[in-house]
């Protein structure tokens, strides 16, 4: 018999790839989310799969799935920062009332489940590069904090899940990923340096540039996820590419691999903002036998593709919903 997996959050970028990801692996897929930021366009050529089911529920209120579940990918939150700065309460209750709900979904199925942290709860690192004992340096009541805490108290509580009931948890702490279906002005580096390429405006940079990013193509990430989950590991693990790069070289890459000659314009570096952002992965690397494998160069042109095979209407779409 299959196995089945609930995804929360799976209209989503992320959620959307694993969805494809774990059809492709022959598993019965329940998809949930309540597209206050998730596009339902990312799954519709999944309607027709006799394997595929999608429910609109908000995670955060009581609700019931019927079927048995074997395995669970909580992804339900807002990840960008334009995004939990317009909806921080839904974004911290996500993070909180929503984990419990599906922590209890887990428990009563005796299902496993793998929740996404992310790099954020490393805060502005003071450690470099960032291995999982790293404790972090975040600023709760920042305008970062209403998603840095979020993830931190989904750590936790799942932790506690683990320790008090036996729940089988496993926790992936991912690093900046990128690929299609990123929504072209969510406010993150990508998509934001291939919109404004493609407009021909442009290409904004914060501070003077020096701060760094890694970057992960969504075909490695899932992957790794997909690895992490059938593994016996149920501490926090890093997911995401070492290789590091500044954001000033790195629209200067994005510029000279599209073939245009956008400036480059500087504004004000945000509050809280990482200046260094590169994952440890030995224990990736050593425990699921997991790197990435996709170049930047490779990665960066599959999605450059997909942005400029959007219509002149989606590139030139409000920030998001919010406004």
Known sequence: ?????????????????L?????????????????????????????????????????????????????????????SPIDYLKIPLETLRVGSLGTENILKIALKNNARILIASTSEVYGDPLVHPQPEEYFGNVNPVGPRGVYDEAKRFQEALTTAYHTFHGLDIRIARIFNT??????????????????????????????????????????????????????????????????????????????????????????????????????????????LNWQPLVSRKKGLKKTYKYFKSLSLKELNKKINKFE
């Open 178 to 287: 990128y690929g299609s279906r990123m929504r072209v002005n969510d406010g993150r580096a990508i998509p934001a340096f291939m919109g404004q390429v493609l407009r021909e405006e442009s290409l904004t940079v914060f501070g003077d540039g020096s701060q760094t990013r890694s970057f992960c193509f969504i075909e490695d990430l899932v992957d790794g996820i997909y690895k992490l989950l059938h593994s016996n590991y149920t501490k926090p693990m890093n997911l995401g590419n070492p290789e590091e790069i500044a954001m000033i070289d790195f629209a200067k890459e994005i510029i000279a691999m599209s073939g245009t000659k956008n400036k480059i314009v500087f504004k004000s570096l945000p509050l809280n903002d990482p200046i260094k952002r590169k994952p440890d992965i030995a224990k990736a690397m050593r425990i």
């Open 19 to 79: 969805c494809d990801y774990f059809i492709s692996k022959n598993y019965k897929v329940i998809a949930v989310d309540n597209l206050i930021t998730g596009n339902l366009q990312n799954l519709t050529h999944l309607n027709s799969n006799i394997d595929f089911k999608f429910k609109e529920i908000d995670i955060t209120c009581d609700f019931y799935i019927e079927d048995s579940i074997d395995f669970i990918l909580h992804f339900a939150s807002p990840a």
């Open 1 to 17: 018999m299959k196995k089945t997996v609930l995804i929360t959050g799976a209209a989503g970028f992320i959620g959307s790839h």
